[in-house]
């Protein structure tokens, strides 16, 4: 009788370590994501409460049912002006470093399943956004998504990362 073959698992367990899950979102014409394990809630735009002596992208504060939340304007906080938020808008609640943060942007878009090896490195070219932003380049069909890093995004900015870790 021949010997069972040693193939590697197939399983459920397989396929998680070999894709991840990003949820896109749209900021002017430019799509980016983020890892889908950060976000806790996706909510409409309401208006915050602006707190002094804050970054320019720093918008202010929601009540989350009782959480204080910083909410940041990402169009802003790459540079790219200031965001008019309306009711269209979208709030993203993330969790970083055990805080929670809400990203403005205008709308989500997808959630995505990447294979991990389809993940590009970033180029090293001048940008609009500073490249410590960004963790990789997702190819999708004709167009490219962005994928963002979170702890990079919002690291040792000044009044905006005190609210973080306060």
């Known amino acids: ?9 197939i399983g459920p367990d397989a396929a998680t370590a070999q894709t991840r899950q990003f949820i896109s979102f749209r900021v002017g014409e430019d799509e980016f994501a983020i890892d889908i394990m950060a976000v806790r809630e996706i909510k ?4 915050t409460t602006v707190l002094p002596n804050q970054q320019d992208y720093m918008l202010g504060v929601l009540n989350l049912r009782g959480t204080i939340v910083p909410i940041f304007d990402l169009r802003c906080r790459f540079g790219l002006g200031l965001t008019t938020a309306t009711r269209s808008h979208v709030v993203i609640i993330v969790a970083i470093g055990g805080r929670l943060l ?23 070219v001048d940008q609009p ?8 380049i997702i190819p999708v069909g004709d167009s490219m998504v962005v994928l963002l890093s979170l702890e990079n995004l919002f690291a040792n900015h000044g009044p905006a990362n005190a609210a973080i870790a306060a």
């Not at 009788?1 to 698992?9: C, F, N, Q």
């Not at 409409?44 to 208006?47: A, I, V």
């Not at 956004?129 to 990789?136: P, R, V």
């Open 129 to 136: 956004i500073d490249n410590a932003f960004l963790a990789g």
């Open 102 to 124: 809400g990203l403005l942007v205008d709308a989500v878009s997808d959630i995505l399943t990447v294979n991990a090896a389809d993940i590009r490195p970033v180029p090293d």
């Open 1 to 9: 009788m021949a010997e069972p073959l040693d193939l590697p698992s």
């Open 44 to 47: 409409g735009w309401t208006e």
